[in-house]
């Protein structure tokens, strides 16, 4: 009987040992498996995670950039808001940016009358936009050039009678888009006596909005002549420097500076900037070369090569000294301009910088 119950004993134990084998390795598959289910359950929830974030960085970049949009609709639409009324153009775009001709369709009927009242294309001109930009034509050399943070202030005058209004706002545009905001104290546009409409209250009232400040407008009752309407824009100019611009130009990246070191050096200077060509059919603006400027026999201004001097020296960015002036643009000292009452044959074109454009 002790042997049948050690045997009893011995099965037993045997068959619980094997029972408690078996659990313990379906407990630990289970644990392995849960383990497994859980690191499942984890990516699974990184990934869900990382698709929210994906979704909603995406939504988010999309808003930014839907309410960049509206602001810039809402800024160029008041930019615009002046200039479409009149059918002028305003902000980046459209036709002859760089400077690259432009032409109208066919269908223009109204250009060749516009040439004969204006001497250019004005229809053309109104297509442009006021704030294109045009090709930097300046040497390598004067890129490099650095100036003073004291330089003086100028006040840039604008002749006109009679001209296409795209044309005067192009010229203030330019002048303001390419002079550091220290030193432009001021515009002043000198109406001497137009007749054109437009050029009464949609002058006034765009100018006043767009800029309001900074430029002033001086009207002749009677027509004065160039030298007279140019003596009432000094009058009216509080700059100690001022320049003295036709209507029909565009003013190029740094054209400011070199000038206005020029006068601070020696006030008794008179800087003729450096002219480039706008070419009246198309708008396209063609670069000229260095040059001074003379008479030819019939006096007729002109013109001419530098002279040797300047020329032997081997440097565009140095100044070139000349007999004459064309007339059209000129920058002084606005007391000494005063003193001297006419202009100083000692005058210098500033060669190194295609300062500003003259369409001719």
Same mark, same amino acid.
């Given at each position: 009987?002790?042997? $049948?119950? =050690?045997? =009893? #004993?011995?099965? #037993?134990?045997?068959?619980?040992?094997?029972?408690?084998?078996?659990?313990?390795?379906?407990?630990?598959?289970?644990?392995?498996?849960?383990?497994?289910?859980?690191?499942?359950?984890?990516?699974?929830?990184?990934?869900?995670?990382?698709?929210?974030? +994906?979704? #909603?960085?995406?939504?988010?970049?999309?808003?930014?950039? =839907?309410?960049?949009?509206?602001? %810039?609709?809402?800024?160029?639409?008041?930019?615009?808001?002046?200039? +479409?009324?009149?059918?002028?153009?305003?902000? &980046?775009?459209?036709?002859?940016?760089?400077?690259?001709a432009a032409t109208l369709g066919e269908d223009s009927r109204e250009s060749e009358g516009r040439y004969e009242e204006y001497g250019y294309n004005a229809q053309l001109s109104d297509r442009i936009s006021l704030d294109r930009n045009i090709p930097d034509y300046r040497p390598k050399k004067c890129k490099q050039l650095t100036y003073t943070d004291d330089l003086p202030q100028i006040s840039v005058v604008f002749i006109f009678v009679n001209e296409a209004l795209s044309v005067i706002l192009r010229s203030v545009h330019s002048v303001v888009n390419h002079t550091p905001a220290h030193l432009l104290k001021e515009i002043i546009l000198v109406d001497d006596n137009s007749d054109s409409v437009e050029l009464k209250f949609n002058l006034d009232h765009y100018v006043n909005k767009r800029y309001p400040g900074l430029v +002033?407008?001086?009207?002749?009752? +009677?027509?004065?002549?160039?030298?007279?309407?140019?003596?009432?824009?000094?009058?009216?100019?509080?700059?100690?420097?001022?320049?003295?611009?036709? $209507?029909?130009?565009?003013?190029?990246?740094?054209?400011?500076? &070199?000038?206005?070191?020029?006068?601070?050096?020696?006030? #008794?200077?008179?800087?003729? &900037?450096?002219?480039?060509?706008?070419?009246?059919?198309?708008? %396209?603006?063609?670069?000229?070369?260095?040059?001074?400027?003379?008479y030819n026999w019939g006096l007729w201004c002109m013109y001419i090569i530098p002279p040797q001097d300047w020329l032997d020296k081997g440097d565009e960015t140095a100044p070139i000294r000349t007999p004459a002036m064309i007339g059209c643009s000129f920058v002084v000292d606005r007391e000494y301009f005063g003193e001297i009452g006419l202009l100083d044959p000692g005058m210098e074109v500033y060669g190194g910088e295609n300062i500003e454009l003259g369409m001719r």
């Open positions: 009987m002790a042997v $049948a119950r =050690k045997i =009893k #004993t011995l099965l #037993t134990v045997n068959i619980l040992v094997f029972v408690g084998i078996i659990l313990f390795s379906v407990y630990c598959r289970i644990q392995d498996r849960s383990e497994e289910l859980v690191q499942i359950g984890r990516l699974s929830d990184q990934r869900l995670r990382g698709r929210n974030a +994906k979704v #909603t960085n995406s939504m988010d970049r999309q808003s930014i950039l =839907k309410r960049l949009e509206r602001l %810039e609709d809402v800024v160029y639409n008041q930019l615009n808001g002046l200039a +479409k009324p009149m059918g002028l153009v305003e902000g &980046p775009g459209g036709l002859g940016q760089g400077g690259a +002033k407008i001086v009207r002749n009752t +009677k027509r004065e002549g160039l030298i007279r309407a140019r003596i009432h824009g000094w009058n009216a100019a509080t700059a100690p420097v001022v320049g003295f611009f036709d $209507a029909h130009v565009e003013f190029n990246t740094g054209w400011a500076e &070199p000038i206005l070191t020029r006068v601070k050096e020696d006030h #008794t200077r008179i800087i003729l &900037p450096a002219i480039d060509n706008i070419k009246y059919n198309t708008f %396209e603006v063609q670069q000229y070369a260095n040059a001074a400027h003379g």
